[in-house]
Nanobody, 125 residues
Framework: QFKLVESGGGLVQPGGSLRLSCATS????????IGWFRQAPGKEREGVAC????????WYHDSVKGRFTVGRDNTTNTVYLQMNSLNPEDAATYYC??????????????????WGQGTEVTVST
């Protein structure tokens, strides 16, 4: 079973940065596309970034382009999400998720069948 564990969330002031990590185990990370999703209270879960398994292509939600960067380190089985210039609208619980046998990656939940427990990000003064 492919396991994912997020870390790195916390409280940050507007304009600040956080780096989220997604530690994986139980299978070969290189075989999976990884997506980062977030869910704020009362809102639907939305995809913010993803990285493919084949060529490390990345995709971003328009609201985070230029501010967030997703990357993967297959040697440590870790995927990260670098978040810069955070604003209150970025506050949410962030989840990483994995999709196996998937070409490319997408920002909707359908193909992702393994999920972490989430890490909370708060952006406030």
């Amino acid at each position: 079973q492919f396991k994912l564990v997020e870390s790195g969330g916390g409280l940050v002031q507007p304009g600040g940065s956080l780096r989220l990590s997604c530690a994986t185990s139980g299978s070969t990370l290189n075989d999976y596309a990884i997506g980062w999703f977030r869910q704020a209270p009362g809102k639907e879960r939305e995809g913010v970034a993803c990285i493919s398994s084949s060529d490390n292509s990345t995709w971003y939600h328009d609201s985070v382009k230029g501010r967030f960067t997703v990357g993967r380190d297959n040697t440590t089985n870790t995927v990260y999400l670098q978040m810069n210039s955070l604003n209150p609208e970025d506050a949410a619980t962030y989840y990483c998720a994995a999709a196996g046998l998937f070409v490319g990656c997408v920002l909707y939940v359908g193909p992702y069948d393994s999920w972490g427990q989430g890490t909370e990000v708060t952006v406030s003064t």
